[in-house]
């Protein structure tokens, strides 16, 4: 059933590099599957995986007769043992030490196992649909750099989350492909006896079977569980079918899965963790099927003990304040779905199992939601930014009625971003030569990023317009490809080659488009930014992308008015549209983008990880003081804080200043700092603050550092 690869062998380590996705921050493993044929690495959407399957024989037996090739494989190969195979922690100097002791400990209990209903590791493996995924993603990489024992567990959705098409109105459409897993850089679970290893859950009537895929990322397992299996209804195959789509029902019986599946699924793998950790609530059930099992076990706990034995080995991240964001289930939906878990005798003890996720203890008609309970089964908990922590106290305060709001145990650690993985290729080789030969071992030391100081500046300017020529050809050549997909008329075609402008102060605005985000501030006084924009000696252009979720009407609209502006007259090929936002065009963007555009209402942004991909290439932030741009923000010095953190009651008060700053921050300080040349036509002052901001970004907000703040503060705690 499953597809061998048929490789010459000196072509053979090929395989084993395919199969670790080590390779998505690994350029030069990147570049061996790129040159076996570059049109399949391309609309594969970059997965070795497909290339080595669907390569031509021919082609693989002429590779294997390069010498100079097959030299190049074997030194892939052999670095990726290396790494495989040490038993170092990946930092340098006093942070390594730290770690080193850390991991020695934790070496000793077991592992962490993270629990995430998302998982952004590349555009090949499209299992995310936004920042949660991508965090997740980010931190599973890191825990492998830093030889963390760490499995992470999801699910593997046969679609996704949609791919996005604009029609010529500006309408978004939902489609859903099947992927063909066995092209896939994941892996059949097998047992004994080689067959796929199938478990299940009960679910009300009947049992729900599941399947489990293997990624491995570097040194981190991802474990994804899969319920399309003939054994399964029709309808419980379309389970891991979607990342949030279909309806309550659907939604936690996918929260069955992750939780009380992914608790089975370590126990078939005899894998025993010493820490649970919860990436968002869509996984507490984790906690009720490891209490069931306490209790059920011989000699058996009572509940309550069961709950405080599962307690201390859980932690659990919140990571945002957005209604939305939390799962609510009517009390009679989980009794229906607890009941079927345990057996009858244990039902006794359903008022307490449904008293630990009632949003409000003394209200008839309250829900149940996932994060109380996550909240409740949790040793540990955090925000993932300062303000978000406080956020966070102050929202879960009435849980705890009798603590006030600095006591409410709630923590924050800020959020980072996987260097390597967001790191232009001309920014790695500055680093190299500039920072650190291992920059990316010390990435959290203050001392090397001081060095960032004296780049010299022909280098620096020359690296940050590399990165916008290459974001320039990416976006036209995906403008072409969206316009062709449309049918439009060969002069829509060529218009685009004339779009973006390579001297042109260049902004970037991706994410998801929920409202709160308010991806259309930028559009409220249409003439005042036709103004800046067309500014006839310091032309200004933006490039927008983004999905809106199928059901959310409102941020389908946002997104179709920017689509039409851009059609405009007087912003065509100023206002530019970037259809299917995915990891692949985020990487483009944060890499070549002068500036990353950040507006979400105050207080609402948990974290936002975006700008600080762009801050490791050079790139500054115009952003809300919200989130993670709190912490980094200097004045004067390494970016632009739109509305200086002043706070409204009213929406449309805080839109009119927010907006208001915006314009007058590029008007008055963001274009005339850009614009302003040297003899050379170098902008001095622009590439100070970029030096600044690799000074005072880079060690505080990337993953390597998250992670041994989870490790230190809360795995170990
Ligand atoms: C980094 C990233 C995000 C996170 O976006 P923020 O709005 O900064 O939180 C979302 N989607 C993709 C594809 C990303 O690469």
Redesign the pocket.
């Known amino acids: 059933m499953f597809q061998t690869l048929k490789l010459p062998s000196p072509l053979k380590p090929l395989r084993q590099l395919a199969y670790n996705l080590k390779w998505s921050w690994t350029p030069s493993t990147q570049a061996l599957f790129s040159h076996i044929d570059q049109d399949l690495w391309q609309t594969s959407r970059n997965n070795p995986v497909t290339v080595l399957l669907n390569a031509s024989p021919k082609r693989l037996e002429e590779l294997a007769q390069d010498t100079a090739f097959c030299q190049q494989v074997a030194r892939e190969h052999e670095s990726l043992q290396n790494y495989l195979q040490t038993q170092e922690g990946g930092l340098e100097g006093e942070a390594g030490q730290a770690l080193e002791k850390n991991l020695a400990v934790l070496r000793e209990r077991g592992p962490v196992a993270y629990f995430s209903a998302e998982f952004?590791l590349h555009?090949s493996l499209p299992i995310?649909?936004?920042?949660?995924?991508?965090?997740a993603g980010?931190h599973t990489k890191s825990a492998s750099d830093l030889n963390i024992p760490f499995v992470g567990i999801g699910l593997m959705y046969r679609s996704g989350y949609f791919e996005q098409t604009l029609d010529t109105e500006g309408q978004q459409h939902a489609e859903f492909p099947q992927r063909n897993f066995q092209e896939m850089c994941i892996q059949p679970v097998l047992n004994e006896k080689d067959q796929p290893l199938i478990l299940d859950i009960p679910l009300p009537g009947r049992s729900l079977f599941f399947g489990i895929w293997k990624a491995q990322v570097g040194r981190s397992t991802l474990y994804l569980l899969d319920t399309q299996l003939d054994s399964n209804t029709d309808l419980d195959q379309a389970l891991t079918s979607q990342l949030y789509g279909g309806d309550t029902s659907t939604r936690i019986c996918q929260e069955m899965l992750l939780g009380v599946g992914g608790v089975r699924a370590l126990q078939a793998l005899h894998i025993e963790p010493s820490v649970y950790h919860l990436n968002e609530g869509h996984a507490a059930f984790v906690g009720v099927e490891r209490a069931r099992q306490m209790i059920s076990a011989e000699p058996s706990l009572s509940f309550k003990d069961a709950i405080t034995a599962i307690t201390r080995s859980q932690v659990f991240t919140t990571h945002t304040p957005v209604p939305a964001g939390h799962d609510r289930f009517t009390v009679e939906t989980i009794q229906e779905y607890m009941k079927v878990l345990f057996s009858e005798e244990q039902h006794k003890y359903f008022p307490d199992l449904i008293d630990m996720g009632l949003e409000y203890k003394d209200h008839m008609n309250s829900m149940f939601c996932m994060t109380v309970l996550a909240l409740h089964t949790a040793r540990a908990c955090n925000g993932v930014s300062k303000i978000h922590g406080e956020v966070s106290r102050k929202m879960w305060q009435h849980l705890w009625p009798s603590k006030a709001v600095e006591e409410v145990p709630i923590g924050h650690i800020t959020?980072g971003?996987h260097a390597a993985t967001?790191t232009s290729q001309s920014f790695h080789d500055l680093f190299t030569q500039h920072i650190d030969r291992h920059w990316d071992r010390q990435l959290g030391n203050p001392e090397i990023w001081a060095k960032a100081r004296k780049i010299p500046t022909e280098e620096l300017w020359k690296a940050r317009q590399t990165c916008k020529q290459e974001l320039i050809d990416f976006a036209r050549y995906r403008i072409q490809l969206q316009r062709k997909k449309r049918n439009e008329p060969a002069d829509a075609l060529a218009e685009v080659e004339g779009f973006l402008n390579p001297d042109a102060l260049t902004i970037g605005f991706?994410?998801?488009f929920a409202p709160y985000?308010r991806a259309t501030l930028i559009l409220s006084d249409p003439e005042r930014l036709a103004a800046i924009l067309n500014h006839p000696e310091k032309p200004v252009q933006i490039l927008f992308a983004g999905k809106a979720h199928p059901h959310n009407r409102e941020g389908q609209a946002l997104l179709q008015k920017i689509y039409q502006y851009s059609r405009m007259p007087e912003f065509s090929g100023k206002i530019i549209w970037l259809e299917n936002?995915?990891?692949a065009?985020?990487?483009h963007l944060?890499k070549g983008v002068d500036v990353w555009l950040?507006n979400?209402t105050p207080p609402q942004?948990?974290?936002?990880?975006?700008?600080?991909?762009v801050g490791l290439n050079g790139g500054l932030n115009c952003s809300i003081l919200d989130?993670w741009w709190d912490e980094g923000y200097t004045k004067e010095s390494n970016g632009w804080a739109i509305g200086e953190g002043q706070l409204f009651d009213q929406k449309d008060q805080q839109n009119q200043h927010d907006a208001n700053s915006l314009y007058t921050l590029l008007e008055t300080k963001i274009t005339p700092l850009f614009y302003d040349r040297d003899e050379q036509g170098i902008p001095q002052g622009w590439l100070n603050y970029s030096r600044s901001a690799m000074e005072s970004l880079i060690a505080p907000f990337n993953t390597h550092r998250m992670v041994c703040d989870y490790l230190n503060d809360i795995y170990l705690g």
Request: proline content about 3%; cysteine-free.
């Open positions: 952004g555009e995310y649909a936004g920042g949660l995924g991508v965090l980010d959020n971003v967001w991706a994410r998801r985000k936002y995915d990891m065009v985020g990487r944060v950040n979400p942004e948990a974290s936002g990880t975006s700008g600080q991909k989130g």
